[in-house]
T-cell receptor, first 112, second 116 residues
Framework: DQQVKQNSPSLSVQEGRISILNCDYTNSMFDYFLWYKKYPAEGPTFLISISSIKDKNEDGRFTVFLNKSAKHLSLHIVPSQPGDSAVYFCAASLSGNTPLVFGKGTRLSVIA | GAVVSQHPSRVICKSGTSVKIECRSLDFQATTMFWYRQFPKQSLMLMATSNEGSKATYEQGVEKDKFLINHASLTLSTLTVTSAHPEDSSFYIC????????????FGQGTRLTVV
């Protein structure tokens, strides 16, 4: 049973437009949500996070939105750049020093 | 930000041999580290939680005798794949969380293991 779901395996967006990556979760006990970017044969790189007490967090071109009632979060990248092309993983965390639970990832391709 | 270093990045070994992968937290102490495995085009699957000074906690379906984890110090955890077989070929990644910095986990560079 997957606790974190990314239902879109891939997404293509034109350079300069907005990229929206979605993530759903089932465990209402999660209190922290994170987005990671991953290139092939490399470890994930942390992008942005949001606490469950917030509904929006912004960092430059990246904004994460959290809808707790819908158990849904999304990552917005605007404007999208070719260098953003990678696999994006959504992850969720319980309180304490617990492992992150990852979605299956969404491959973003930004076309010039 | 915190840095986690993983070594080696790539290893090819013969079937039946053992391979050791090291994971180090370079600028913080990690009482807990996590080992993940990623199959092609799939998510990161947690294999085990490595606890400094005590036994690792393995996820269901992960053979503890095959994947030996040792967390001898606050900055080093090792994963040894024993008697490796071709089906063990995968991408292994470690991570650690520096609770003094934030809640995000920092990942090593990953190790591509190929068993021939």
């Amino acid at each position: 049973d997957q606790q974190v779901k990314q239902n879109s395996p891939s997404l293509s967006v034109q350079e300069g437009r907005i990229s929206i990556l979605n993530c759903d979760y089932t465990n209402s006990m999660f209190d922290y949500f994170l987005w990671y970017k991953k290139y092939p044969a490399e470890g994930p790189t942390f992008l942005i996070s949001i606490s469950s007490i917030k509904d929006k967090n912004e960092d430059g071109r990246f904004t994460v939105f959290l809808n707790k009632s819908a158990k849904h979060l999304s990552l917005h990248i605007v404007p999208s750049q070719p260098g953003d092309s990678a696999v994006y993983f959504c992850a969720a965390s319980l309180s304490g020093n617990t492992p992150l639970v990852f979605g299956k990832g969404t491959r973003l391709s930004v076309i010039a | 930000g915190a840095v986690v270093s993983q070594h080696p990045s790539r290893v090819i070994c013969k079937s039946g041999t053992s391979v050791k992968i090291e994971c180090r937290s370079l600028d913080f102490q990690a009482t807990t580290m996590f080992w993940y495995r990623q199959f092609p085009k799939q998510s990161l699957m947690l294999m085990a939680t490595s606890n400094e000074g005590s036994k690792a906690t393995y996820e269901q379906g992960v053979e503890k005798d095959k994947f030996l984890i040792n967390h001898a110090s606050l900055t080093l955890s090792t994963l040894t794949v024993t008697s490796a077989h071709p089906e063990d070929s995968s991408f292994y990644i470690c991570s650690a969380r520096d609770r003094s910095v934030g809640t995000e986990a920092f990942f090593g560079q990953g190790t591509r293991l190929t068993v021939v």
